[in-house]
């Protein structure tokens, strides 16, 4: 039956979402030739629980609305009264501005008979939105207006339908033969990823049993990913043995394609994981030359023990081991933590100091967590960042990407953790996860992040917060360096000797055995423990001094909340008003009473 013939309808599904495709699939949206369905706004509407809504179209094909602009809502072309189109007024305002939505004839005809799709005529569907589990079957993106069968779930986008029909591709540099697109729905391995994933068009050899997803035909040859130091190329298949992937960690088929490195490493990777947004650049280096890492030193050496840092104006010189008597009242402007011990570079003129390590930092380097190269960088310290891996916000050194329009930055201390990264807190090794992007509570803060490190032997989780704390740190109370401990399964009640409230090991604690000292992560370090002090440091469009907060007798008083600052550091203002916190300062600032 012809529904544009009769009386044709548009749906409006306030619903956000279904349970699975069966519940999508079995709605009674085959009824009408076009659906619109979930718009933003109509599901959290309270007067108008979640409905499915019918509303009639009228053929328009007179001059009545030719002073009106009306735009086809699945096209996005104009509306032209002389040959006719469909309209529908009084409409939602919450859908439309103008209560008036619109169609081509030709856009909200079923298309039948597809070569891609012949079995089931493709009715039109159309989101306000993005929606992440519908994705164009030809294209692989994820678009707003598909051809859709509500039978098979196949989905093809406006774009893709308006494009010369593909049903053979010869490409010989993936396979000799010509390549057949296969219109059924098959459960078929693909023989370059290794996936049976029916979402995409397939395409076979009939002189060979070989089969291809259309995406994976023109996959890269040769890349590099953040996850190892050389390039990867693609083969085929693999060697006979065992062979595990190195990101996802999971078993790879030796039958089947993906990625070795090129230098005679054993590494290797699945196709899909090699080729990931979060792993792979998305640049093919197939012919071009490679880019060598040369080792730049970040201080150029005037005489022995005498530096000049790329970071400081002035001289600095060699001190094998800490004055005792200046130990705890400076920072390394680097990694920002308090210098106790080992050696350092202090500056001749001034109070700029650099752990010994913090100095060699190199000026380029490769980081698991981005794909891009990252560039050292010091900025004056009135310019605070927040870390891309544990959002800390910071002021000291920083590694940056310098892509166009990639914002990617680390904390140094971040920066310097390496996977697989073997940590005092736990007796197995920490990977980056198996799935990139995938969300994890971390075993330690408790705190749900997509960036972390998990096990590869049981369920534990380190976020990056977590992951960089000092394992030792000097407690102006203790002659002794505190030692940082987590334990699972602790028992008994501990308590904390700054704010004398219950400590849990298993929320990790910083202790001294010999003088039975006890002390929360944050009572030691505090909040942002990745602030140097520094002043007319820019913060929400204002500039603030940031003090120290733990060298003084008695404690600054917050203005907004009027009690003791407990924090390490405070920020004071340009009239001499401190804050405790950067959440007082915020809510002064703007007017928040809570």
Known sequence: MDLIQHAPTVIVCTRPGYKNKEEFRSARFKDSPIVLFGFPGLEHDKESPPTVNTHPLVWCHNEENKD???????????????????LCKEFDKRISKNNTIGFHKECIKPMTNNPYHPKHPLQVLAFAIVVSNKVCYCCYAYKTHFYYCFVCNFSMCRDCAKKPLLLTIDHKKRHEHTLYYIPREASMTCDVCALDDRRYFIYVCHQCDY???KRCIYSPYIIKISRHEHRLSFTSSFLSGEWFCGICRQKINQNFGGYSCLKGCYYVAHSQCAIHKDVWDGKELEGEPEEIYES????????????????????????????????????????????????????????????KLCAYLPVKKQHVLHPHPLFLQEENLQTTFGCSACFRLCNNFRYVCKMANCLFTLDVNCAAVSVPLNHQCHPHLLFLPSLPGSAKMCSICKKTEKI?????????????????????????????????????????????????????????????NDCDIQLHIECLHGTNMYMLPCKDVILHEGKYDILCNDLLLTRYICKRCHKRCEDKTVYKRSDGVIYCSMYCLVCEKYGIKN
């Open 68 to 86: 009106k602009e009306f735009l086809c809502n699945f096209c996005e072309c104009r509306l032209d009264s002389s040959p006719g189109y469909y």
């Open 211 to 213: 089969v291809v997803h």
């Open 296 to 355: 730049i030193m970040p201080f150029e050496e005037i005489s022995d023990g005498i530096i000049k840092h790329f970071s400081h104006k002035h001289l600095m010189r060699l001190y094998k081991e800490v004055e005792k008597t200046n130990k705890i009242n400076k920072q390394c402007q680097a990694c920002a933590f308090r210098i106790y011990e080992g050696a350092i570079y202090n500056c001749l003129e001034c109070d700029f100091v650099l752990h």
């Open 452 to 512: 972390c490190l998990e096990c590869g032997e049981c369920d534990f989780v380190f976020c990056f917060r977590c992951a960089i704390l000092p394992m030792k740190f000097k407690y102006k109370h203790d002659d002794h360096p505190l030692i940082f401990s987590y334990e699972e399964d602790s028992s008994g009640q501990h308590c904390c000797d700054v704010c004398e409230k219950e400590i849990l090991p298993k929320n990790g604690i910083y202790t001294c």
